[in-house]
């Protein structure tokens, strides 16, 4: 398979379960993202790896735990979340060469349900 | 850190008539800015993007234009069609910057027969 894929697609769980996100890029990509998108707000950033070393963390709350075990991987593990975490999580991916960055191309997200 | 402002966040467009979405950035060392269309239920998808070494690109109905002055762009998209319907996101970025793109809020085209 080719791009950006995400697993699972869709996902319902209660506040007290754990989850795992997965995302998986096939394109030689050196930095991968995640990304909050709930219903009429902007993409909210939440992490960036590059290279495999987490670079930003955009003050999300410890219930999202990251996880990027080598370039062409990236988890988000998820406990004891909260209503106001469902929305749309899209993973993304793109490449950063001689400090010039290139389109970052995006999964098709995981539709979570926090009941 | 940089910040993007989008508008309209909503436009309606007769078909065939040409739409254009504005977007402003505060920090003049973003030197990347490209633009992502996202369809009902469907991933961003890049459409079009410049860098600050250019003022201007096209791509059949689509154009972008840049202001580093001014620090803001836009995005033209002519001749509309109701398959341009969709939500549009500008963003940012620049070298340097920790492999961070910042997004605008998103404008919701829609384009009608």
Redesign the interface.
């Known amino acids: 398979e080719t791009g950006v894929t995400q697993t699972p697609r869709h996902l319902v769980m209660g506040m007290t379960n754990k989850k795992s996100l997965k995302c998986e890029q096939h394109l030689g990509h050196n930095?991968m993202?995640w990304y909050k998108q709930s219903a009429k707000?902007?993409?909210e950033?939440m992490f960036?790896y590059?290279f495999k070393e987490q670079?930003?963390n955009n003050s999300v709350p410890s219930r999202f735990s990251p996880e990027c075990p080598n370039s062409s991987h990236l988890f988000l593990h998820l406990h004891t979340l909260q209503p106001e975490d469902s929305a749309l999580y899209?993973c993304a991916s793109?490449q950063?060469l001689a400090?010039?960055?290139?389109?970052?191309?995006?999964?098709?997200?995981t539709r979570l349900t926090v009941t | 850190g940089e910040n993007v402002e989008q508008h309209p966040s909503t436009l309606s467009v007769q078909e065939g008539d040409s739409a254009v979405i504005k977007c402003t950035y505060s920090d003049s060392a973003s030197n990347y800015f490209p633009w992502y269309k996202q369809e009902l239920g469907k991933r961003p998808q890049l459409i079009i993007d410049i860098r600050s070494n250019v003022g201007e690109k096209k791509d059949q109905r689509i154009a972008v234009t840049l202001n580093k002055t001014a620090k803001h762009f836009s995005l033209h998209i002519t001749e509309t069609q109701p398959e341009d319907s969709a939500v549009y996101f500008c963003a940012a970025s620049r070298r340097g910057g920790g492999n961070q793109f910042y997004f605008g809020t998103g404008t919701s085209l829609t384009v009608i027969p």
């Open positions: 930095a993202y707000k902007p993409l950033l960036v590059n670079t930003e899209l793109s950063e400090g010039s960055l290139y389109e970052q191309y995006f999964g098709p997200g």
